[in-house]
């Protein structure tokens, strides 16, 4: 089975159990969306709302990326400007939502925090955000064998995890409501 086959069946699940919208973002192997792939990944989506993930920040050229989701009909696009962080990419982000005007919905993503929420959306111009509100909780383990690491020699701490935290998002909210 293809990974489209895969996506549509994921979509069509999703749909069936109540989902508000779809996220997706497909890019040809030269760095540009795959349109073909898209229009059909949104047929199988409607009448929900179309999303096109970060893959937006690996695309060749993105003012050409902008006009070919915008013709293809989504809603909204999630970026972090082709940086790492939203804060990073915020030259980028203002002009994809200058460029972008009210034909599609430029939602600033990656990196957002409490301490830059209100200049990334001062700063890009746009009215909506993504955010994780994660933060780093401990593990309840209390036996703990500093010398295994899961996985790859470099990794992320075995006994810490990260989560949504509910008063991060208020937060985050509250900056971004009054700004």
Same mark, same amino acid.
């Given at each position: 089975?293809? *990974?489209?086959e895969v996506m549509k069946?994921?979509i069509?699940?999703?749909k069936?159990?109540g989902?508000?919208?779809i996220v997706f ?5 030269d ?5 073909a ?7 199988t989506?409607?009448?929900l709302?179309?999303?096109?993930h970060r893959?937006f920040?690996m695309?060749?050229d993105?003012k ?5 989701? *915008?013709?293809?009909g ?14 990073d ?5 203002q002009?994809?939502v200058l460029?972008?005007?009210d034909?599609i *919905?430029?939602v600033p ?8 929420v209100e200049?990334i ?5 746009a ?10 909780k ?5 036996h ?7 996985g790859?020699?470099?990794s992320?701490?075995e006994?810490?995890?990260k ?5 991060t998002l208020?937060? *985050?909210?509250?900056i971004?409501?009054?700004?």
């Amino acid at each position: 089975m293809q *990974i489209e086959e895969v996506m549509k069946e994921d979509i069509v699940a999703c749909k069936k159990n109540g989902a508000d919208g779809i996220v997706f973002g497909v890019l040809t192997r030269d760095g540009y969306v795959d349109e073909a792939c898209c229009q059909e990944l949104i047929d199988t989506s409607r009448p929900l709302a179309v999303t096109f993930h970060r893959a937006f920040d690996m695309t060749v050229d993105y003012k050409a990326a902008l006009e070919s989701l *915008i013709k293809l009909g989504f809603e909204r696009v999630l970026t972090s400007g082709q940086e790492c962080s939203a804060l990073d990419g915020l030259p980028v982000l203002q002009e994809l939502v200058l460029l972008a005007g009210d034909r599609i *919905i430029v939602v600033p993503a990656g990196g957002i925090t409490e301490r830059n929420v209100e200049r990334i959306l001062s700063g890009s111009g746009a009215s909506e955000l993504h955010c994780s509100a994660r933060v780093t909780k401990d593990s309840m383990m209390s036996h703990r064998n500093a010398k295994v690491r899961m996985g790859a020699t470099v990794s992320p701490p075995e006994y810490q995890y990260k989560v949504t935290d509910v008063g991060t998002l208020k937060n *985050i909210k509250y900056i971004a409501n009054v700004t």
